[in-house]
Structures are given as structure tokens and as C-alpha cells.
């Protein structure tokens, strides 16, 4: 028993842990020479600070059209690949329930921008 334990806990890496441990890049690309603003604005946003004193945040905003827009992809360690592939795939859900449950003619659109990994929302 304890060796197909061991076994499936093989086989779950090498189909899981092996071709993420292999990638050439990262999913967060590090940079330490680039700083939070830089990386932002190369990537069209504008970095804004929020909060309290004693509760800064960072953002990236980007503006599309008359909506502001968080670029989630835009962290202090770079941009983060996996975050705007999940804006994506959220972007093409949003396309598919706008189209099942909107009536034609008001039925909104979404579009992703992948250099700032933003899903816009017109219409």
C-alpha cells in the first residue's frame, strides 16, 4: 500500500510539479533593477498610491475608454504572467455568459489587452 502511495505521488509530479519546475521562465518575471512605477508604465499603466500611513498600497491603474482598470498582472516583483492569463480566461467566461444571458441588442463585450492583462468591458 505504502508503495502505490508512492507511486501516485510520483506520477503526480511528473504530470504536474516536472513541466512547471522545467519552464524556462517563471510565471513572475523578477527584476531586482526595475522598480514597481517602471514596470507599470512599460506596460502602459499609471502607478497610483492608496491608503493610510500605516497601510500603503501600490496599484497600477490603466484607463480604457471612460473605466479605470486595476492591472492585476503588475506586482511589486515584476509582471506576473499567471495573473494575466487568469484575466484572460475570465475575459473569454465573461464573453460566453454575456452571449447566454444578455438580450442582443444590450449585450456587453469584453477585451483583453495582453500587454496590460486587463479584460476591458465595452458596451
Same mark, same amino acid.
Given at each position: 500500500?505504502?508503495?502505490?502511495?508512492?507511486?501516485? !505521488?510520483? *506520477? *503526480?509530479? *511528473?504530470? #504536474?510539479? !516536472?513541466?512547471?519546475? !522545467?519552464? %524556462?521562465?517563471? %510565471? =513572475?518575471?523578477?527584476?531586482?533593477? =526595475?522598480?514597481?512605477?517602471?514596470?507599470? @508604465?512599460?506596460?502602459?499603466?499609471?502607478? #497610483? +498610491?492608496?491608503?493610510?500611513?500605516?497601510? +500603503?498600497?501600490?496599484?497600477?491603474? #490603466?484607463? &480604457?475608454?471612460? @473605466?479605470?482598470? @486595476?492591472?492585476?498582472?503588475?506586482?511589486?516583483?515584476?509582471?506576473? @504572467?499567471?495573473?494575466?492569463? &487568469?484575466?484572460?480566461?475570465?475575459? =473569454?467566461?465573461?464573453?460566453?455568459?454575456?452571449?447566454?444571458? %444578455?438580450?442582443?441588442?444590450?449585450?456587453?463585450?469584453?477585451? &483583453?489587452?495582453?500587454? =496590460?492583462?486587463?479584460?476591458?468591458?465595452?458596451?
Amino acid at each position: 500500500m505504502k508503495r502505490a502511495r508512492w507511486l501516485v !505521488l510520483v *506520477l *503526480l509530479f *511528473l504530470l #504536474v510539479g !516536472l513541466p512547471r519546475w !522545467l519552464e %524556462s521562465d517563471s %510565471s =513572475t518575471t523578477v527584476n531586482a533593477g =526595475t522598480s514597481f512605477s517602471t514596470t507599470c @508604465r512599460n506596460h502602459g499603466g499609471r502607478p #497610483v +498610491v492608496t491608503g493610510s500611513a500605516s497601510a +500603503v498600497t501600490r496599484v497600477c491603474l #490603466v484607463r &480604457y475608454g471612460r @473605466r479605470v482598470y @486595476r492591472m492585476d498582472g503588475v506586482t511589486p516583483y515584476g509582471f506576473d @504572467r499567471d495573473a494575466a492569463h &487568469y484575466q484572460r480566461v475570465g475575459c =473569454t467566461l465573461a464573453r460566453q455568459l454575456a452571449r447566454a444571458s %444578455s438580450p442582443r441588442g444590450r449585450r456587453p463585450s469584453f477585451v &483583453y489587452h495582453p500587454k =496590460t492583462g486587463v479584460c476591458e468591458r465595452t458596451g
